[in-house]
């Protein structure tokens, strides 16, 4: 007879995923540093790349070979699929004598040795710029988060990993906010069990105007899922649901939007929150699996203006996570007038 701890995870978790901010006394245990050396590894790896005659989204690892610098990313990867979930690279040569395109194959090809990247918008694009893109923020329901600078709660991303190159940061604002959600689940199952079947069951979400002609403007996807022994989370942005019932005609109902305050609650306390400010030169690497994240509004300056870089990724022969959970992980799908 099935059960419901088949499903439900009902215990805590234990583990380098299950964290809080208190864990780490310094910035330097999430930190590494791009060296000297590793920074001529990038170049030479660049040179390589180009000498393929590939688009950039048909280089692999293999035409973008490193060495040293190879082996510091499997540590890295290790971390993010087995540890804590995040890491902060920082030094990616990112100087004005640079050129943009080159910035740009040089973080394809670190990333493509932590994991295959997928797409991230109806557009098929594959690096998307994170930015102020003017266009309403997210009352407009054809707005994503990248496109913004309004604040973002506490979500994640579709793929396994996200990483966020930073070329310049904003006047004021855009602090990065991180929590377990690994640790949030442990806050549920010991305060508010009767909550976890809604994260189980899921919520509508909007599809934002990526959906191809024909297709449905919203999809239903679950908070947590319980699968093989492994507990993952996909909590996508809670304006997605909030604009998603315009399409089936069912409002958010009250147990329902409890859920998502609790959860929202848990992710925001003090002593579960880790800030950090994403300065040029870092890349921001994170396993939506076990960590979601929020960013502060920021407001850009007269003189400059903040942008990242987003890569969506999934680890090398990473699970494959159960239906109705994890939507769009293997990308967007092409959105075909």
Excluded at 2 to 11: H, L, Q, W
Excluded at 126 to 132: L, P, S
Aim: charged share 20%; hydrophobic share 40%; aromatic share 10%.
């Amino acid at each position: 007879m099935t059960a419901v701890s088949d499903f439900i995870r009902t215990e805590t978790i234990t583990g380098p995923a299950a964290w809080v901010p208190d864990d780490f006394s310094d910035p330097s245990l999430w930190t590494i540093s791009i060296t000297a050396d590793d920074t001529a590894e990038l170049f030479a790896a660049l040179g390589h790349a180009r000498s393929t005659g590939k688009e950039m989204r048909d280089i692999t690892r293999s035409d973008f070979p490193l060495d040293g610098l190879a082996r510091k990313l499997a540590d890295v990867s290790r971390e993010l699929v087995f540890g804590r979930g995040f890491v902060v690279l920082n030094g990616f040569p990112i100087g004005d004598d640079i050129p943009r395109a080159d910035v740009e194959l040089m973080y394809w090809g670190l990333c493509a040795h932590l994991g295959i990247a997928v797409t991230q918008n109806g557009l098929g694009e594959i690096i998307v710029a994170v930015r102020n893109y003017r266009n309403g923020g997210l009352s407009n329901t054809a707005t994503r988060g990248y496109q913004t600078n309004e604040p973002l709660p506490f979500h994640t991303d579709s793929p396994d990993i996200v990483g966020l190159l930073c070329l310049t940061s904003s006047g004021e604002g855009g602090v990065s906010s991180l929590t377990s959600s690994m640790t949030i689940h442990n806050e549920l199952v010991r305060n508010h069990r009767e909550l976890l079947g809604l994260y189980y069951a899921g919520f509508y979400y909007d599809r934002r105007d990526e959906q191809a002609s024909g297709e449905r403007p919203y999809y239903r996807n679950s908070v947590y899922a319980w699968h093989d022994g492994i507990l993952t989370c996909r909590y996508y942005l809670r304006q997605f649901i909030e604009s998603a019932h315009q399409w089936y005609g069912i409002e958010v109902s009250a147990v329902e939007r409890l859920a998502l305050d609790t959860f929202e609650a848990i992710a925001n306390r003090p002593e579960f929150k880790l800030n950090m400010q994403i300065r040029p030169g870092d890349i921001q690497l994170l396993n939506n699996n076990v960590v979601v994240h929020a960013r502060d509004a920021f407001v850009d300056s007269a003189e400059i203006s903040r942008e990242l870089l987003r890569l969506w990724l999934n680890p090398f022969d990473a699970p494959t996570p159960p239906p109705g959970h994890a939507a769009f992980r293997e990308g967007m799908p092409l959105k075909r007038s």
